[in-house]
């Protein structure tokens, strides 16, 4: 299927019961191309109304759903990744379309997603629980998952496939409904999902997506009793008003945030192998990911020739349209973060010494989209472009005496996402894996590149504990039932055995 036969849609509606439907608003908003501002199809805003509808049909079909084996749920997972290996080109070239990163990263957005299905669908025959024995005779004690009931879903635009299904592939393959709302920026990628799981066979109302935005149809989600769980992904502000309102309904709630990840080169590393990660890691995707690059942490004995190779591999990147396969680095995903990123490197400009880039591309094909030429700082530790956020092509380079002073800087931010170290030393290595507060470390090999079957997440304000994909993904989406099964006949008391 081409490109074509997915965007320059129609108007898509709410995706209630299997059905398109449209909002009870009237009210209708665009996703447009960050690279050319075309528009690519119109949504509804969804109210509160749109909501319940959709937790209503999330409700109705949730005791079928329960029932069906869940083998019988991971075939269905498996024929979506059948679906998207099949259109995957296509596929890959609407995520590039509709968020902008550039196509080979768009075909790993989606090759993401199928590889988390084909795993996940595997949980149908696994979803393990515990046998133990008993204090106690003749009794038999064992644990069970079952599924929390509807869950809600709430997504960020950067990984507009991968993310969805991530949350999509856990909460149905365990038995539970969804009520799901995608970042405003990036609807398209997610309506194409759920027709996918239709094409795949899915029951109507297992998979229910509302559209609009956050402070409305996420909040709705969020607060809505009926909706036992929420999995969110997206910034710490965000993260931080879902946990206190989820609170209110004491709701499970797994929170995926944002990041400010180090990347750490000592003297004795490979500075080539090093050099690659960084440029993949720092402007990949734009700078865009959770996982990107935004320190880079050299050890003095090498900094001035890493950052001298560091400065002309950036300064020959390619940036431009991401659909062209040659092109490294495509625009940011719109104006609002375009200007916000830009006002970081105003700052940087004002705090720390700007080595290249620092300017937006105008004109000729830069013109309708927001390009921000890959930039370096060097910086000392503590700047705010080297401890906040930032979501672009802006890397913060800081010079270390050794390893303990690499570590403590690396540490001293209020995210504890990924971090990776180059060394030789296997030693340092292994202290690294120790000693860096994040949840993923890499040792020689850039702060990017997940894989499915590995847990995702963070420590600190990263998130509030939990982890997604992996062996763990599953917790997110079970509630554990502790079973006691007495065989004796007769009423026997746990603890108090020896009392008359
Ligand atoms: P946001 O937090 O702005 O938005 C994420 C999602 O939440 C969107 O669907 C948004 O809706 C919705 N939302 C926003 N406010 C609320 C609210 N008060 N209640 C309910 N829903 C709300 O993040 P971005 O989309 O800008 O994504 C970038 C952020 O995501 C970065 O901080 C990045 O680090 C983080 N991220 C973390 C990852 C991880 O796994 N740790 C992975 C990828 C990204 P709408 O679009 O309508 O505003």
Redesign the pocket.
Known sequence: MAVEELVGVKEYGHYINGQWVPSESGHWFETKSPTTGEPLAKFPKGTKNDVLRAIDAAEAAFPAWKKTPPPRRGEILLRAAQIMRDRKQALGELVSSEMGKVIAEGKGDVQEAIDFLEYIAGEGRRMLGETTPSELPNKFCMTVRQPIGVVGC??????PMA?PIWKIGAALITGNTIVF?????TPLCVATLAEIFEEAGLPAGVLNVVT????TV??E??TNPRVKAIS????????K??YAAAAKELKSVEL????KNPQIVLDDANLELALDGVLFGAFGTAGQ??TATSRLIIQEGVYDEFLDMLVKRVEALRIGDPLDPKVDVGPVVDQASGESIMSYIEIGKQEARLVTGGERLTGGEYERGFFIKPTIFETEHGTRISTE?I?GPVLSVIKVKDFDEAVRIANDVEYG?SSSIYTRDVNLAFRAVEELETGITYINAPTIGAEVHLP???TKH??NGGR?AGTVAIDEFTEIKTVFVDYSNRLQKAQIVDEK
Do not use: D, Q, Y
Not at 154 to 159: A, G, Q, S
Not at 181 to 185: D, G, Q, V, Y
Not at 232 to 239: D, E, K, L, R, W
Not at 256 to 259: F, I, M, S, V
């Open positions: 709430i997504t960020p635009w950067n990984f993310i709302k995608p970042a405003s920026l609009g935005g956050g402070g996420g909040m989600i969020v969110f992904t997206g910034g710490v502000p965000a993260g008003e879902i995926e945030l944002g990041g990911r959770c956020e979501f996402l995702f997440g963070g990263t998130g997604e």
